[in-house]
């Protein structure tokens, strides 16, 4: 993989022409101490989305993978993921400090490893920078990520393979076989990767072969005796096109700037021999995203690698027109920060709020440990973690389509007659209203209007969040 990304044939450029060239001394200096400023980025995003969650006293991490992995391992029971196994030795109070530790760890790794892979300074800039501040990366950041994790392993398992030493290389099948326990997916990228750096590097010496063969034992045996999951999650409720992109109101996704510059990147740069092993992983990554829109990290990997390349190839070339070429770097800039900002307003938003807290405790307080809680399938990590009351709804349940087919039955039930039985049939006895399931829950008529009937009670109460109890006959 030492290939030299330089995207552009060189070419005499006026002063003026010159946006993204060490000749121009504000991106010179920019290139100079990039990891400085970049890290920094990072960490101040950090800074005001946990300060933001601080001052409206809702919990410092979201999201319900975060929640998932929490209750998995408060509820100490044998998991081969690594990042349970983490959470369950390191003390509740500083477990929020995991996600930003992990993300800054992977730019200081990618830095030293595009260092080793001779990727140009520019390229290592602007798709570090593009990472950082991309909803994906900035989610990850206060969410627990198995992707994040894994990302990590698999860039520091690089960064010792491309070092001379034959027992340092030997030490990267550690963090190799760490990230082959996530899920099968995942080890399947880290297969094709190494494969791709044997073939390239034409290093097929007895380390390098090794770490392969161990690594395909290691993804048969995960998967036909541990029964790793194909992809892990997933962890919400899904919507391809708002999840892919971050402008639409989804979860995260990728921003429709850098999802333009991406199909520019694709069309500019697809004749050159040194990108087409990234037009490899096209086929593994973009299906996997329609399987389980949870894969968006890998997605947004080989998106802004895409972006990245289209965005220099673009800028390098002499334009006739100094001016558009100028307006066009700031539009694409200031259109990519656009995203950004737009969901950092909102990620303060997500799930679990004050109220979901507060409710949630209330329930383990008061209620009844064999209770059976039934709310909206997106909430029912948040209840395992809060209420340690088991939920009725688990996106990651075996029969998780049999169950959202319940969930859907019963939320748009119109008659007590057609959902009394199907609250009886589960043994639901607890019903936790959030503000989002009234948002989206008709008034008028519906499983909100039922509520009224004399069999539900409502027993609790705060910031429009409800909890009622289902009695039985």
Known sequence: MRTKINSVKKVELTDEQELISSKNKYFSHLLKHQKKYLVSLLVLIFIFQTALNFIKNKPLMIGGESYYYLSI?????????????????????????????????????????????????????????????????????????????????????????????????????????????????????????????????????????????????????????????????????????????????????????????????????????????????????????????????FLTLLTLFFATAGFIRLFEMCWTLITLKKFTFILLILGILFSTLTFVDRLSEYAPLNADEEALTWIKENTPKESIVLSAPENGYFITYFAERKSLFNLNDKDYKTKMNLSKNIFSSVYIKDLFPLLEQNNISIIYITENMKKNLPKEQGFVFLLKNERFKLIYSYENTEVWVFEKE
């Open 73 to 297: 391992s408060q509820n100490m029971g044998f998991q081969y993921n690594p990042l349970t196994l983490l959470l369950s030795t390191i003390p509740k109070q500083i477990i929020f400090l995991i996600p930003p530790i992990i993300a800054i760890f992977c730019i200081l790794i990618l830095f030293d490893l595009a260092k080793k892979m001779n990727l140009s300074d520019s390229f290592t800039f602007f798709f570090t920078l593009f990472l950082i501040i991309s909803p994906t990366f900035i989610y990850t950041t206060i969410t627990l990520s198995t992707y994040s994790v894994f990302f990590l392993l698999m860039l520091l398992g690089f960064s010792l393979l491309f070092q001379e030493n034959k027992k340092v290389q030997a030490l990267s099948i550690i963090p190799f076989i760490i990230a082959t326990f996530f899920d099968t997916l995942s080890t399947i990228i880290l297969l094709f990767l190494q494969s791709t750096y044997i073939f390239v590097n034409r290093k097929k010496d007895s380390v390098n072969l090794a770490i392969l063969c161990i690594t395909v034992f290691l993804f048969i045996f995960n998967k036909f005796f541990i029964e790793i999951p194909l992809i892990a999650g997933p962890f919400h409720v899904e919507k391809i096109m708002r999840d892919l992109i971050s402008d639409l109101g989804g979860l995260n996704g990728i921003g429709l700037f850098t999802l333009l510059l991406a199909l520019i990147g694709l069309a500019i740069i697809w004749k050159k021999k040194n990108f087409y092993l990234a037009y490899l992983l096209l086929p593994i990554i973009v299906p996997a995203y329609f399987f389980n829109t949870d894969t968006i990290f």
